[in-house]
Every structure is written in C-alpha cells, then in structure tokens.
C-alpha cells in the first residue's frame, strides 16, 4: 500500500464520503477527501437540513391561528425572508465546519478542490494543479437538480439548488413534480404566504406513496389553500416586460408567476470526473452502477449514494459508506440493506411511512388485512383546525407481519423511526395489539385498531 500516497481517496464531501473518509481515518488508515463546493453536500447545504429549518418557519402561521383556541392572543406578526436566509446560513455553516472538523480530528486530510481521475489508481486535484495517488478511490459526488432543456423557457426557472437564497420572497410560484421536493416546497412557499401552484404530470401526486396518503394529503393541500393542477405540464416559460414569468400549461392555462420551480428528480454528477479515464462505467442515466457492495466495475474504485441512483436518501449514503468501510478495511463484506427504508415527506401534514404500500402489497401478497384509522388529532380539537390524520397498516393475513405503516399528521416522521425498527423486525399484529397504548396520543391509534376495516383478497377490496 505504501506505494500510493494515501489508503482512500474520497472524492465529494457529503454525506456519505465524510462519513467513509472519517471511519477509515479513525481505522489509522491514510485518507484525503477532496470537495469542491461546501463541506455536507446535498443534505446540509441545499437539502434535508435548509429544507427542515424553512418547514418550521413556513409553519408559524398556523400556529399563531391555532393559539386562539387555546386562549393565546397573537399580536400582529410578519415575516421577514432575509431573516430566515441569514439565519439558516449561519446554521448551516456552523455545521459544515463540524463536518470537517469531524473528519481533520480523525486524521483525515481536506482538500478543497474539484478532483477527478486519471487513471484507477491517480487523482488530480484541480484547484492545486497536481495529482496524488491511492490504494482504494470512493465516489460520493451525489446529485444535482435534473434540469429540463426540452422546455422552452426553463433557463427562466429555478431549482431546489437556488431556492434557499431568493433575494426575495416571491409573491406567487409554480412549482413543477409531484415528488418529495416539488409536494414539501408547495406546503413551505404556501406557509409563509406565497400564492402556490404545483403542476404535476400525473393523475395522484407522491407516485410512490400509499394512495390513501396521496388523496388524503392532496385533498387537506387544496383546502390549506395551495393549488394543485394534475395531470398537467408546462409547455412554456415565457418572461414577460414586467420580469414576471408566464408559464403555459398543456392543459392551455397561463399562469402568472414571479418564480417557476422545477422539482422533477435529481441528476447524478459524473460529467466530467475523469471516469472514463479511469474505465470507470456508467448506465445511461450517467450514473455508476456498482455491485451488491458499491464497488464499480473497476476493482479498486467504489462508490455510495445518489452518485448511484439507487436509493437517494441521506441515511442510504451513510449506510452505504459503513458497508462499504467494512468491506474495504475491516475485511468484513458487508452488503448495505436496502430493504424496508422508513421515510418522511415534510409536507403539511407530515407523511411517515415504513414498507409496502397497499397497492404494492396486494400485487404480492393473496391476503391482507388493512387497519385504517382517520380522527383529527387532539391538538386540532380546541384549535377548531379540522384537519384528519391518517393511520394504516398493511397487515399479511397469512402471517400476520406488519408490511407496511403509513401516517399522514402531525409527527408522522418521527413515528416513522420507530415503526421502521417494528417493520425491519418483521413484528406482526398480534406484537402490535400486545404492545400497551402511550395515552393520551395520536400514536397510540398504531396499537389499538383491533380491527382490520377491510380485507384485500387476490387484489380486491372485501369488507371484513
Ligand atoms: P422525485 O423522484 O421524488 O420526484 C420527481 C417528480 O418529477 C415526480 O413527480 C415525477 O413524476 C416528476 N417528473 C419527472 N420528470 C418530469 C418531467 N419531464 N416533467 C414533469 N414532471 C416530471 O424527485 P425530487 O426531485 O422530488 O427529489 C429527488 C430525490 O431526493 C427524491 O427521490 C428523494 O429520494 C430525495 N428527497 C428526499 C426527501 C426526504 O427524505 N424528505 C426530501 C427531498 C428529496 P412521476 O411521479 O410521474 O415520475
């Protein structure tokens, strides 16, 4: 090994590559990581992290609404975007400063620079104009907003990579998909004021999502007052003398916005990374495929997260990253676990959700029993908010393994943690009805339907 300059190079500083460079560094292993933006990527600079901190501002409306209830009287309020900006930021850094202060203290080396590949064994670090060399090369240089050319007008929109930093807050948005961005930026613009429409091309917005979830969250979205046109596309944007923008749909509508968002899925970065010099492959979405280790099709180059399409969440990467540590260092193959990823969507209200959906299920399974419950939670009783939430599981009727869980309300995501443990144990029913209600809480609903409220047989709906 010592005829390279370092045991691993990491190529991308988010959170999979800190993540593998910092455990192969505690290991005593010698390891660079070379990023050319901000340390934390995706999820700490333009994702999870901003995203969560501009769900809790854009929910200080309702709130304020609902203190009355409870006897509050709410002064006058307002909200100032340039506030928010400044103090996200300033959030955001401090973690990116703990990001690689995580990985100097583990005896890691930070390079802050673009690096691409030379060969299979040869990094350049471009910003230094000189190369090193490695034993063992990571690939975490993540995703990117898919940018739409085949609409003209798109040079006009923006993506979630701007969002953040707006010089201002804009009046009125389109927001193009129906995906986790698109869904959690309609609810966020429309919580602090912004007249909202999301336009998706599909009939249910969320296509991945338990039906019930997706009606029941379009529905409480429409009567939050944010306008969801599906199915439909823009067909044009066009920037009008006012330097507001016109966005045309297929269906011949003209909306008339200050921003048109696109949300219509990420793109992995691989352009331009030395890849093919280095015999690295890539499918045709231009993203590396690897084995059921992350190990691309060159022996000693390795590669986690949303650079490898498969599943494009921040824990994967994190997961993927340690396999991969044990594979490569500890001598132990470890295969990352993809299976049964529990998973939140920020709208408002919140979805969590752990395994199949209904629909999913019912395609492989001949019997199942679903337990539904839709009560509006006690915290909307004096508030006077009616919004409902939802409660379901998907139950196998042969075996009785809970499959899938699904709640749309308040704190779904975090509930959603802790179903993933019961769902990745494969508990049954009869372990949930065991279980002893936490009361009063919403939650406690998860143990007390003790009912299915219908029955799937072969795919059809049967009442029970
Ligand atoms: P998604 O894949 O979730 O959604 C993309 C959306 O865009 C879909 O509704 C898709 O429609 C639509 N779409 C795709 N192409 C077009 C097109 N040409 N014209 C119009 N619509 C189109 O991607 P996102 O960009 O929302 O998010 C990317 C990933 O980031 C997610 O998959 C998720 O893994 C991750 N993420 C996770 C979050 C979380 O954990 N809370 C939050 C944000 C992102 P269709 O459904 O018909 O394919």
């Known amino acids: 090994m010592a005829q390279y300059d370092y045991d691993l190079f990491v190529i991308g500083g988010g959170s999979g590559g800190v ?19 901000r340390f934390g990527g995706t999820c700490v600079i333009r994702g999870c992290v901003p995203k969560k901190l501009y769900v809790y501002a854009s929910q200080f409306p309702e709130h304020f609404e609902d203190a009355a209830g409870y006897g509050w009287t709410v002064g006058e309020t307002k909200f100032d ?63 990117r907003p898919s940018i739409h050319p085949a609409l003209p007008g798109h040079e006009h929109c923006i993506y979630s990579d701007d969002v953040f930093d707006l010089p201002e807050l804009p009046k009125a948005i389109m927001i193009e998909g129906g995906g986790y961005i698109a869904v959690e930026f309609a609810n966020i613009f429309h919580g602090l004021g912004v007249e909202t429409t999301l336009v998706y091309r599909g009939k249910e917005i969320l296509s991945r999502f338990d039906m019930d979830l997706r009606h029941t969250l379009h529905q409480t979205m429409v009567e939050k007052g944010i306008r969801i046109v599906c199915p439909a596309v823009s067909e044009e944007v066009v920037k009008r003398p006012d330097g507001r923008l016109d966005a045309r749909l297929n269906t011949g509508e003209v909306l008339t916005v200050d921003q048109v968002m696109l949300a219509i899925g990420r793109t992995p970065n691989t352009e331009n990374l030395g890849l093919e010099a280095a015999g690295v492959e890539m499918d045709r979405s231009g ?24 599943v494009q969440l921040t824990p994967v990467a994190i997961h993927e990253a340690m396999c991969f540590i044990e594979t490569a260092f500890k001598d132990n193959p470890t295969e990352p676990d993809h299976d049964c990823i529990a998973t939140a969507v920020f709208s408002q209200p919140e979805i969590g959700t752990v395994g199949l959906s209904e629909d999913e299920a019912s395609k492989r399974f001949a019997h199942l029993e679903i337990y539904r419950a839709s009560f509006r939670p006690m915290r909307h009783t004096l508030s006077g908010r009616q919004e409902k939430m939802l409660m379901k599981l998907v139950v196998d009727g042969d075996t009785r393994v809970v499959l899938g869980a699904h709640i749309l309300g308040p704190d779904a995501g975090e509930m959603a943690q802790l179903l993933g443990i019961s769902l990745k144990a494969r508990l049954t029913k009869d372990d949930f009805d065991r279980t002893m209600a936490v009361h009063p809480s919403a939650a406690e609903e998860l143990v007390t339907m003790y009912k299915p409220s219908y029955l799937v047989r072969n795919g059809a709906r049967v009442e029970s």
Do not use: M
């Open 287 to 310: 993203a590396i495929p690897v084995d059921r280790f992350s190990r691309t099709n060159v022996g000693n180059i390795w590669a986690v997260g949303d650079v490898t399409n498969r």
């Open 81 to 143: 975007w340039s506030t928010l900006v400044a103090n996200k930021e300033r959030e955001i850094s401090r973690l990116e400063a703990i990001y690689k202060r995580n990985l100097e203290g583990a005896g890691g080396e930070t390079i802050h620079s673009r690096a691409t590949l030379v060969d299979s064994h040869t990094i350049r670090i471009e910003a230094e104009n000189r190369t090193v060399t490695a034993d063992q090369i990571l690939i975490a240089t993540g995703g």
């Open 19 to 37: 993540r593998a460079a910092r455990i192969a560094a505690s290991l005593g292993k010698r390891v660079a990581l070379a990023e050319e933006f």
